[in-house]
Structures are given as C-alpha cells and as structure tokens.
C-alpha cells in the first residue's frame, strides 16, 4: 500500500494541486473566492476546468458530475462524460469554466416543498468553490448548491452556507468591539461521529423490514442483548477490522480525516468520528463517509445499518455533532483564555449560544426530528427529547458567581474575585462528562447529541449557526451604541445567564425527574416528529430566518412541508412492510407450524393411544390465540390506513402517531411473541441472535 501521507487526497482536487497545476494568478483568484467568497470570473474558470479536467482523467475519470444535497437528505449526482465530438468524427476531451460553474439537471422529481410550483419548475445547480472537487467512481464530483430558478434553496447546502455568513457576519462585529482588528473571517467547526450497524448481507437480504425500511418491524430480543457491556471499545473482529481498514483508505484518498474508530454499545454497532472541518466541508465529508461505508460494506459480505433504530431491545445509533467557532487567525472563541480579554471574549460567545438555545429550543429539536429519531430521543438510550446545556459545575459555579457577584471560589482553590474579564483557570478535560445531555460544553466545544444516525448534519448546523447569529447581533447592537463598553458587557452577561440560565443542567438527562423538573422551568418537551414540526413556521422563527436571509418564509414552509410528508410517507412504508410480512410471511409460518404439531400428536396417539400430547396441544392453541390477534390487528391496521388516504400532511401526521404506529406496536408484539414459540427452522426470516452476532 501507497504511504498514507501519499494516499491521503490523492482523489481530492485540493490546495497542493491548485498550486501545482494552476497558472499563479489563477491560483490566486481561486483563493481569493475560497476564502473570502469573491465571484470567479468566467475567464478564470475556464482555466480551472481545464486544469481539473486534465488532473481527473490522469486519473481515471471519464465523467463529471454536479455534486449536490436536495432535500432528500441524501447526495444526488447525474453523470456527464467529458466527451466532445470533433469535425473528424473523433472524440476530445474538454470541461469548460460554465460546465464547472453551473449546471441544470432537470430536476422536477427531487422535493421542493411547493417551491416549483410557483416558480419555474427547474432548477440549476452552483459551484461550491469552498468545497474541493474530488473523484468518486472515475466520475469527477463538483460540491455544488442546488437551486429554483427564482433563487430559492432546494438543498441542505445553500442554507448551510447562508447560516454560515450570517455568523461570519455577527460575530466579526462582535470581535471588533473586543479590538480583533486582524480577525477578517468567523467559521463554525464541525467533527461529527457518526454511529453505525453492520451485519451479514446474506441475513439482510431475507429480511424484507431492514431491505424497505432500515429497521427491523419485528424480532425477538435475543437471548444476549448488551447488558453485559462486553462490546463497547472491545476487540474489533477481522471481519469488521477489514471493512474498516477499506474504509479508511477510501475516506482518506478523499481528504476526509477518519481517525478514531471503535466498538459501540450494542452488538454489531460500531463509530467513525473524523477530526473536525469547517462546518460546510464537515457536512459534504459526512454525506461522503455515510455512502463510502454502505459501499464498502457491499464489497465483504455486509451491510452497513445507518438507521436511527435498526433493533428494538439495544441501543440505536447517532451522530454526535461537535461544534464550535474560530477564527481565520487560529482562535477557537469557545476556548477560554489566557488573558482578561480573551476571558471576555469567551463568555460573550459562550452567553450567546446558551441564549440561542434556549430561545430556538424548538428549531433545535426540530433539526434532529424524524420519523426514525423518534425511536431514539427520550427512550433511555439517547438525550431525551428535552433540549438543555451541560456546562458542568465548575463553569456553572463561575456563571453563578458572575451573576450574582459574589466571590468565586473553585474546588480546592483560593476564593476569588471574577467578573466578566477575570476567570479562573478551569482545567478542561475536568469537566465532568455527562454522556445524557443532549447539548454539552466539553471544554473548547459544544457537543450536540441529539442527531440521529441517518440524516444529514446540515440542518443541526443551520440552526445552531443562524440562532447563534442572532444572538451576537443582538449583543453586538447593544454594545456598539453602548458609552462604557466594559460596564455595558458586565450588565449584559448578567442579564443573559440570569434570563436563560433555566437551560443549564448538569444533572442526569434520564431521570424521570428531570422531566418534571424541565416542565417547571417551562422548557419544551417536544417527544414526537408530529408534535415538533409545527414550531418549523412560528412567528418567531420565520423571522429568525429572514433576518439572516437563511430562509425567506417561503422556503421555511417548503422545508415544514417536506419534513412532515417525509415522516408520513415513512410511516406508511412502514405500515405497508409490516402488513406484508404479517400476511405473507408469519402467518403461513406459524399455520404450517401448528399443523406439523398438531399431525405429529395425531400420530403419537396412533402409535400409542394413551401418549400425552400436552406439549403440541398447548403450542397449538398459543399460536392459535397469537395469530388471531395478530390477523385481528392487520384489519385494524389496514383500516387505519384507508382511513389515512384523505387527510392533509398535518393531520396525517398526528395519526400515525396516535394511531398507526400503536397498532404497529402491537401486531409486532404478537409477532415476537410467535417467534419464541415457532421452531427454528419455521421461522420465515433470520432471528435477531443471527442479524447481531454472526459476524
Ligand atoms: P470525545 O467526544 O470522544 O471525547 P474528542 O473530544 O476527541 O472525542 O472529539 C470528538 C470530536 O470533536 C472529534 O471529531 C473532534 O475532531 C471534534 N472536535 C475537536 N475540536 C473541535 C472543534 N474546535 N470544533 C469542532 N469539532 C471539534
Ligand atoms: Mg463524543
């Protein structure tokens, strides 16, 4: 194998390429729009195109595509080769600057919310220069943003970047006032680790659930779950070890900075996480490594589960999205500092982000909401669906002390008078780690913990990017119009722990008393897709949106719209996999079954006529019982789902909540209850000991 460090972006059409292979000025003017955003000219891009054109096919690649995020939540491509006839009747090879720029694949069947309705119903796809061009299957793959012809967002990419400025632009101001005269540019870092499932493909492939849905509908726990908490950081297995090692090397030839890989909790489940990124980078290399692990799963025997929940009975997996902000000059504003300044610095960013989640609690919750997360949040496993801080006692203990301008005095160590410029030394690594808060500081960064394995990191990061925005704008206008800066900032940082100091806590996110606890403080307890969404399109957060021109209304209603019939339309493929397997699958299963055992004592009782046929009596008549009900609850189901066909999204929605996933639930439990009384070899598909154990 090549050196890593050789291997390491070799696919990726980046910083050291660009400089080797692009006239300077050229190279020049790349930079300029990488770093500060300027537009390319046409002329400029050309010279581009053609330098990638020649570096892709060097290496291999025939084709091209505009690489992008629709609201599917997962990436689309269409692939164009770069052939072009000449008058001899021959092929050449060429990519121009406006076939790098700019694309239109017909887009019409890709969601838009309404959005295409009114406006025209294609759509064209724009270069994303701050995100390097790489290649992908010889297909040569450009980041681009994906938009209606009226301009309105149609991906997870254009908003990203949109909150991405916004903050860029709130914060600057708020540096300048701290005298960061140096400062030109504020990105938001991203590291998200992503969760896991891989199991054997030839079990996958009979089990129609995991192949519709990603999840299992049905499945008897199997005798050993992960109470004894033996696969967690245990040894990999080879198997498991050559996926990974695959894996590897296919992210880094990518650029993406895989590091650290290990055991999860349940059976079967495993972590990725990469060093951190910009917030836009982080999210193409996440689409990226979520893709690149379904395809080499493929390649030794296995499939790579990205559901939120793929078994019921052990943990479901998530996506830990560590964030913070730093600037182009090196500083990470979420660092506490070394000088009285950088003391204050910190705790303005940091009173800005304990503001932004406690008035956008709702947005947050909202970013991570869907139909498969719904398994996850508050279930004993995940944060609950309560959102909150963790800033641990020491930084909570300064807060108090702060705000109510008393000595501070740390464990152990000398009283001390703090103010706003004046903080104590507090070791990072000791602050305490509390793995059930769903949004938790861990010593330079916030950890948000909420997201699920699946979906893109994109809208988790435009929330928390935009209402931290808003935050600092509101402190930034405060503080410019302010005569003494410094008695300014000391009111305002006691004004914002004492009004939203009711999100900190530090106890135990999985206590029942919690629950209680958040209600008296008036937090949201939003436990449901359904009962979260409708937050999408407040009055308070439409012009959260507009402010930062993230969202116009309209797009933000596109988006509510898209997010309810997602989980609609998964709900009743659901509802659909379950009717079929329960008809077609169990139900056969368990009669022939229950024949063979009910022949089998017919025939002892021929041999031998006083023979007791107790055990087969007593089978038959469970299976007998079960599968009643089981048939009894497939009629209600069907029921339900007819009942279903004439309502709107909104009212759909609250349905399967209350009504279709119940009865979801129960003809499940009467399945697994068949299956710890149905022999082995009648079982019609592999058990969940085989799906969490064989490889
Ligand atoms: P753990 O949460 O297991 O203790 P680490 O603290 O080492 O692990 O980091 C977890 C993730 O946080 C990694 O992906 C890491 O790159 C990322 N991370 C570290 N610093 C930052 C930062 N400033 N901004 C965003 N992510 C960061
Ligand atoms: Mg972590």
Same mark, same amino acid.
Not at 481 to 494: G, N, Y
Not at 585 to 593: E, K, S
């Given at each position: 194998?090549?050196?890593?460090?050789?291997?390491?972006?070799?696919?990726?059409?980046?910083?050291?390429?660009?400089?080797?292979?692009?006239?300077?000025? $050229?190279? /020049?003017?790349?930079?300029?729009?990488?770093?500060?955003?300027?537009?390319?000219?046409?002329?400029?891009?050309?010279?581009?195109?053609?330098?990638?054109?020649?570096?892709?096919?060097?290496?291999?690649?025939?084709?091209?595509?505009?690489?992008?995020?629709?609201?599917?939540?997962?990436?689309?491509?269409?692939?164009?080769?770069?052939?072009?006839? $000449?008058?001899?009747?021959?092929?050449?090879?060429?990519?121009?600057?406006?076939?790098?720029?700019?694309?239109?694949?017909?887009?019409?069947?890709?969601?838009?919310?309404?959005? !295409?309705?009114?406006?025209?119903?294609?759509?064209?796809?724009?270069?994303?220069?701050?995100?390097?061009?790489?290649?992908?299957?010889?297909?040569?793959?450009?980041?681009?943003?994906?938009?209606?012809?009226?301009?309105?967002?149609?991906?997870?990419?254009?908003?990203?970047?949109?909150?991405?400025?916004?903050?860029?632009?709130?914060?600057?101001?708020?540096?300048?006032?701290?005298?960061?005269?140096?400062?030109?540019?504020?990105?938001?870092?991203?590291?998200?680790?992503?969760?896991?499932?891989?199991?054997? !493909?030839?079990?996958?492939?009979?089990?129609?659930?995991?192949?519709?849905?990603?999840?299992?509908?049905?499945?008897?726990?199997?005798?050993?779950?992960?109470?004894?908490?033996?696969?967690?950081?245990?040894?990999?297995?080879?198997?498991?070890?050559?996926?990974?090692?695959?894996?590897?090397?296919?992210?880094?030839?990518?650029?993406?900075?895989?590091?650290?890989?290990?055991?999860?909790?349940?059976?079967?489940?495993?972590?990725?996480?990469?060093?951190?990124?910009?917030?836009?980078?982080?999210?193409?290399?996440?689409?990226?490594?979520?893709?690149?692990?379904?395809? $080499?799963?493929?390649?030794?025997?296995?499939?790579?589960?990205? +559901?939120?929940?793929?078994?019921?009975?052990?943990?479901?997996?998530?996506?830990?999205?560590?964030?913070?902000?730093?600037?182009?000059?090196?500083?990470?504003?979420?660092?506490?500092?070394?000088?009285?300044?950088?003391?204050?610095?910190?705790?303005?960013?940091?009173?800005?982000?304990?503001?932004?989640?406690?008035?956008?609690?709702?947005?947050?919750?909202?970013?991570?909401?869907?139909?498969?997360?719904?398994?996850?949040?508050?279930?004993?496993?995940?944060?609950?669906?309560?959102?909150?801080?963790?800033?641990?006692?020491?930084?909570?203990?300064?807060?108090?002390?702060?705000?109510?301008?008393?000595?501070?005095?740390?464990?152990?160590?000398?009283?001390?008078?703090?103010?706003?410029?004046?903080?104590? /030394?507090?070791?990072?690594?000791?602050?305490?780690?509390?793995?059930?808060?769903?949004?938790?500081? $861990?010593?330079?960064?916030?950890?948000?913990?909420?997201?699920?394995?699946?979906?893109?990191?994109?809208?988790?990061?435009?929330?928390?990017?935009?209402?931290?925005?808003?935050?600092?704008?509101?402190?930034?206008?405060?503080?410019?119009?302010?005569?003494?800066?410094?008695?300014?900032?000391?009111?305002?940082?006691?004004?914002?722990?004492?009004?939203?100091?009711?999100?900190?806590? #530090?106890?135990?996110?999985?206590?029942?008393?919690?629950?209680?606890?958040?209600? %008296?403080?008036?937090?949201?307890?939003?436990?449901?897709?359904?009962?979260?969404?409708?937050?999408?399109?407040?009055?308070?957060?439409?012009?959260?949106?507009?402010? +930062?021109?993230?969202?116009?209304? #309209?797009?933000?209603?596109? %988006?509510?719209?898209?997010?309810?019939?997602?989980?609609?339309?998964?709900?009743?493929?659901?509802?659909?996999?379950?009717?079929?397997?329960?008809?077609?699958?169990?139900?056969?299963?368990?009669?022939?079954?229950?024949?063979?055992?009910?022949?089998?004592?017919?025939?002892?009782?021929?041999?031998?006529?006083?023979?007791?046929?107790?055990?087969?009596?007593?089978?038959?008549?469970?299976?007998?019982?079960?599968?009643?009900?089981?048939?009894?609850?497939?009629?209600?189901?069907?029921?339900?789902?007819?009942?279903?066909?004439?309502?709107?999204?909104?009212?759909?929605?609250?349905?399967?909540?209350?009504?279709?996933?119940?009865?979801?639930?129960?003809?499940?439990?009467?399945?697994?209850?068949?299956?710890?009384?149905?022999?082995?070899?009648?079982?019609?598909?592999?058990?969940?000991?085989?799906?969490?154990?064989?490889?």
């Amino acid at each position: 194998m090549a050196q890593i460090s050789e291997l390491f972006g070799s696919m990726v059409f980046g910083d050291s390429v660009m400089k080797e292979r692009l006239p300077k000025d $050229t190279y /020049k003017a790349m930079q300029k729009t990488i770093k500060e955003g300027k537009p390319l000219d046409i002329s400029v891009a050309n010279v581009v195109a053609n330098a990638m054109k020649d570096w892709a096919t060097e290496k291999g690649a025939t084709h091209y595509t505009h690489w992008f995020q629709p609201m599917t939540g997962i990436t689309a491509e269409k692939h164009d080769s770069f052939i072009s006839p $000449t008058k001899e009747g021959g092929v050449i090879m060429e990519f121009s600057g406006k076939e790098l720029v700019k694309g239109e694949p017909d887009a019409s069947s890709f969601p838009s919310g309404g959005l !295409r309705a009114t406006f025209e119903a294609r759509g064209y796809t724009a270069w994303d220069p701050t995100s390097y061009a790489f290649i992908k299957d010889k297909c040569l793959c450009i980041p681009t943003a994906f938009c209606a012809y009226g301009g309105e967002a149609l991906d997870k990419k254009t908003p990203l970047l949109r909150s991405m400025e916004a903050i860029n632009k709130q914060a600057l101001r708020v540096l300048k006032l701290f005298g960061n005269s140096n400062v030109t540019s504020v990105k938001t870092t991203v590291g998200p680790e992503q969760e896991y499932f891989l199991i054997d !493909r030839a079990l996958y492939e009979k089990r129609k659930d995991l192949i519709f849905t990603g999840r299992t509908l049905f499945g008897a726990m199997a005798p050993k779950g992960q109470e004894l908490e033996d696969h967690y950081f245990g040894t990999i297995k080879p198997r498991v070890q050559a996926f990974m090692n695959e894996l590897n090397v296919e992210l880094w030839k990518l650029g993406i900075l895989a590091k650290t890989e290990h055991n999860e909790v349940s059976p079967a489940q495993h972590e990725l996480a990469p060093i951190f990124a910009t917030t836009n980078i982080a999210t193409d290399h996440n689409q990226l490594t979520m893709e690149i692990m379904q395809k $080499t799963a493929k390649k030794h025997g296995l499939v790579c589960l990205l +559901h939120e929940k793929p078994f019921e009975g052990v943990n479901g997996s998530g996506k830990h999205n560590n964030w913070s902000i730093s600037t182009d000059t090196g500083i990470n504003l979420l660092e506490p500092g070394d000088t009285p300044y950088e003391n204050a610095q910190f705790l303005i960013f940091l009173c800005a982000v304990i503001k932004a989640v406690d008035e956008y609690q709702d947005l947050l919750r909202i970013s991570v909401a869907s139909a498969g997360n719904d398994h996850r949040l508050g279930a004993n496993e995940a944060p609950p669906a309560i959102v909150s801080i963790f800033l641990g006692d020491e930084l909570e203990g300064i807060l108090n002390a702060i705000e109510s301008g008393k000595d501070y005095k740390s464990k152990g160590k000398v009283q001390m008078k703090i103010g706003v410029d004046v903080l104590p /030394k507090f070791p990072k690594d000791a602050t305490d780690r509390n793995r059930t808060s769903p949004f938790a500081f $861990t010593g330079n960064k916030f950890e948000f913990r909420m997201l699920g394995s699946a979906a893109s990191i994109s809208c988790a990061n435009i929330i928390l990017n935009t209402a931290v925005a808003e935050e600092l704008r509101q402190f930034a206008d405060e503080l410019e119009s302010a005569t003494d800066f410094r008695i300014a900032l000391d009111s305002l940082i006691k004004r914002v722990i004492k009004e939203h100091k009711r999100i900190i806590f #530090n106890g135990n996110g999985y206590d029942e008393e919690w629950i209680a606890e958040a209600e %008296r403080r008036d937090l949201l307890n939003l436990k449901t897709t359904p009962d979260a969404l409708p937050y999408y399109v407040s009055e308070k957060n439409l012009k959260l949106f507009s402010t +930062h021109g993230v969202f116009t209304p #309209n797009e933000a209603r596109a %988006r509510y719209e898209i997010a309810l019939e997602n989980y609609c339309k998964v709900i009743n493929i659901e509802a659909l996999t379950m009717l079929d397997i329960a008809s077609k699958d169990i139900l056969p299963a368990v009669t022939a079954y229950s024949k063979e055992l009910s022949s089998a004592a017919i025939a002892k009782k021929q041999l031998i006529a006083d023979a007791d046929c107790g055990y087969e009596k007593s089978i038959v008549s469970k299976i007998a019982a079960l599968s009643g009900k089981l048939y009894d609850e497939t009629g209600v189901l069907k029921g339900l789902i007819a009942t279903a066909k004439d309502m709107g999204y909104e009212e759909l929605s609250r349905f399967c909540k209350d009504s279709i996933i119940p009865t979801m639930e129960k003809i499940r439990s009467y399945g697994d209850e068949l299956e710890t009384i149905t022999a082995k070899e009648y079982w019609p598909m592999p058990s969940y000991g085989e799906l969490l154990f064989s490889v």
